[in-house]
T-cell receptor, first 112, second 115 residues
Framework: AQTVTQSQPEMSVQEAETVTLSCTYD???????LFWYKQPPSRQMILVIR??????QNATENRFSVNFQKAAKSFSLKISDSQLGDAAMYFC?????????FGAGTRLTVKP | NAGVTQTPKFRVLKTGQSMTLLCAQD?????MYWYRQDPGMGLRLIHY???????AKGEVPDGYNVSRLKKQNFLLGLESAAPSQTSVYFC??????????????FGEGSRLTVL
């Protein structure tokens, strides 16, 4: 079964600085999607960024970018110019066929 | 535009009681999912459905049943609730076909407490 591992239960960053959240996954599939979701205290799950495995170019969405290393099965999220509103739980997710699996999450704190 | 709606949002049960969580989506999605979220464990897939009349087991299906009688609704049932089922439950739905790239759309969650 596919597994997703987030090795950092908690991370902290100073406002305006850059932080990187780590994610690794295990799969035997060649075609899949990877996602980062944000969950603020409101509990709503919000899509931050997605990456298709067949694309070599790393996805970017404004201040959010990923470092996708397919051979290493690594998918890290970089948040640039961190803002107070970025404070949340961040979940890495893997999807192939009908199944979507999540990591345990990283709680990000942003210090003013 | 409602998206994915879960009812109820909160519920307290006694051990052994039964209940049903309802998920409704208005986006004509084929795929629907039920997850549970527990501290330190992320979201774990309970059951899912790839279309009306179909269901399949996920990672943690024991103690739960589901039904997808209508395309827009996905029901999660607890026949005999146990304290271990205390959790926050999320419903999600999605397309699969390109160019929608499989993103899941989530409901707001339902907090269930079993005493």
């Amino acid at each position: 079964a596919q597994t997703v591992t987030q090795s950092q239960p908690e991370m902290s960053v100073q406002e305006a600085e850059t932080v990187t959240l780590s994610c690794t996954y295990d799969t035997s599939e060649s075609d899949y999607y990877l996602f980062w979701y944000k969950q603020p205290p409101s509990r709503q799950m919000i899509l931050v960024i997605r990456q298709e495995a067949y694309k070599q170019q790393n996805a970017t969405e404004n201040r959010f970018s990923v470092n996708f290393q397919k051979a290493a099965k690594s998918f890290s999220l970089k948040i640039s110019d961190s803002q107070l509103g970025d404070a949340a739980m961040y979940f890495c997710a893997y999807r192939s066929n009908n199944d979507m699996r999540f990591g345990a999450g990283t709680r990000l704190t942003v210090k003013p | 535009n409602a998206g994915v709606t879960q009812t109820p949002k909160f519920r307290v049960l006694k051990t052994g009681q039964s209940m049903t969580l309802l998920c409704a989506q208005d986006m004509n999605h084929e795929y629907m999912y039920w997850y549970r979220q527990d501290p330190g464990m992320g979201l774990r897939l309970i059951h899912y459905s790839v279309g009306e009349g179909t269901t399949a087991k996920g990672e943690v299906p024991d103690g739960y049943n589901v039904s997808r009688l209508k395309k827009q609704n996905f029901l999660l049932g607890l026949e005999s609730a146990a304290p271990s089922q205390t959790s926050v439950y999320f419903c999600a739905s999605s397309y699969w076909d390109s160019p929608n790239t499989g993103e899941l759309f989530f409901g707001e969650g339902s907090r269930l407490t079993v005493l």
